[in-house]
């Protein structure tokens, strides 16, 4: 662009000097000014091939680049591939933070009722407790699979001075890939695979039957268990050296089978009878259970024991037995009704016999997840003995915090 206005400036020079000369000399003046066009027009075109030169390197020079960028990209995706199948691709980083492994959680519920009793042929009202209580259970993960738990639960007793302290649960325990070891106090497999599913009552001696003579947690107790698919394999054995045999004071196993809210199983129990600080016997009980969620709102289960009580220095042995049915309907999100019969038969005959039956009715209104308000009758029919009746309405409020560092 230069050249081209420095050619202008030149061309009107040129222009004037040749304006001053025609005046003097006409003929040789005009035969000047063709030479100078002819060399003017010469430049012109000179110019504009150096210009499209120019532009065709700038052309050139651009679409380089763009090759260059995208031979880097290429390149760039290449070792990103390469770096993700590496045998170290995916190793942290020393800076990069572990993931939580250690959950803490702290619950608590109370479960305070009154009501009007009729019992042992007396009529009165009182407070009681519907086994309330408080616990701790932490568990970390110390390798991959393998995970510790440390679990602590203690009643508290709303009705006595709400005396805190009876343990319920307190016990360690180890899970791995192949099944998980406890060790104390614990839910013994009678209850986790038989009771526990006619237990959904709001009342300290629930399921009414199986409260008769059945276990709820046993002390010096190890337990293992195992999940296969839908089984759920379970064995326990207490070993209490302070008392009772030598070896194992207790043992119970059982397996159950859970799909789609079904849940069947079967379990063994043999328990030393201890008499004065020695084994004057044992107890055998064959349990079964079958429970089903529908669903839509209907929930039933059955629970039956046969137990047959073994006496060293009695010759006629006794067998007893108890028999739990629950059932509970969602009348509407906040309502449920619930429902239960039972029969307990310890094998005593005539006046020494303890045996019962009955049922309970239950409506509840629950609030919010954490919270039950409950109203309930229920009655025993006693085969030799006063029989037992009782209303009264309860409140329930749950209440847990969970850490995980």
Known sequence: MRKLLSLGVCFCWCCCVSLGAIAAEPDATIELLKQQIEQLQKQVVALEKAQQTFNEREEQRRLT??????????TAAVISETTSTSPTANKPSEKVSKAPQNNVRVYATMRPTYGYFDEKGESFWDVRDALSHAGIKASNEFMPGWTAVLHGEWGIDISNNGDFGKARRAYVAVESPVGRVGIGKQRPPQYLLIAEYVDIFNHANSPFSYDAEGIFFVDNMVTYRLQTGGFNWLAAGQFDGDG?????????????????GFHSAITYLQQDSITANQVDGDDEVWAA???????NGLYLAAAYQDKRYNRD????????????????????????????????????????????????????????DNLRFHIEYLTRNYDYLDDFDSWSVGFRYDFAKDWQF
């Open 289 to 295: 259970v079958l429970a089903n969620d529908f669903g």
């Open 244 to 260: 009772g045999s030598d070896r194992a004071d207790l043992v119970n196993l059982g397996v159950s089978y859970d799909i789609n």
């Open 313 to 368: 220095l009695v010759p006629e042995q006794r067998t007893g037995h108890t028999l739990d049915i629950s059932g509970a309907y969602r009348l509407s999100e906040q309502f449920r009704l619930k429902l239960g019969y039972f029969d307990f038969d310890d094998g005593h005959r005539a006046f020494l016999s303890q045996g019962y039956d009955g049922y309970n009715t239950t409506l509840e209104w629950l609030p919010d």
């Open 65 to 74: 680049e763009q090759d260059k960028a995208a031979d880097m990209v290429t």
